[in-house]
């Protein structure tokens, strides 16, 4: 499968951005997916993740209240919907999918992930 992320760009502090990962190749709703991110310096972190179903979401500490993560399936998007965005969300993020269907699904560990998209920049000023 073949990942593409979109959306990224500058905004202000408290400002809103959409990052989409479009899915191609193999049965997209086969897939557990996640987002993780990057910034300058530091390890990549989990920020978000779904299930096959959407039908449950996960969120990282950092992002809970904030961020809202949503699948289409006749799209094969999944969409991250960033609001009230702090100079700290700034980083590279990526979207991954986990083909595997263990239920002890560790979804925070990009371990659990075998397909990564190529990754797009958030920066939030402040």
């Known amino acids: 499968v073949q990942l593409q992320a979109s959306g990224g760009g500058l905004v202000q502090a408290g400002g809103s951005l959409r990052l989409s990962c479009a899915a191609s190749?193999?049965?997209?709703?086969?897939?557990?997916m996640g987002w993780f991110r990057q910034a300058p310096g530091k390890e990549r972190e989990f920020v978000a993740a779904i299930t096959r179903s959407g039908r449950n979401t996960y969120y990282a500490d950092s992002v809970k209240g904030r961020f809202i993560l949503s699948r289409d399936g006749a799209e094969n998007t999944v969409t991250l919907q960033m609001n009230s965005l702090k100079s700290e969300d700034t980083a590279v993020y990526y979207c991954?999918?986990?083909?595997?269907?263990?239920?002890?699904?560790?979804?925070?560990?990009?371990?659990?992930?075998?397909?990564w998209g190529q990754g797009t920049q958030v920066t939030v000023s402040s």
């Open positions: 991954a999918a986990d083909p595997r269907w263990d239920p002890r699904w560790d979804y925070s560990s990009d371990s659990s992930y075998s397909y």
């Open positions: 190749g193999r049965t997209y709703n086969n897939y557990r």
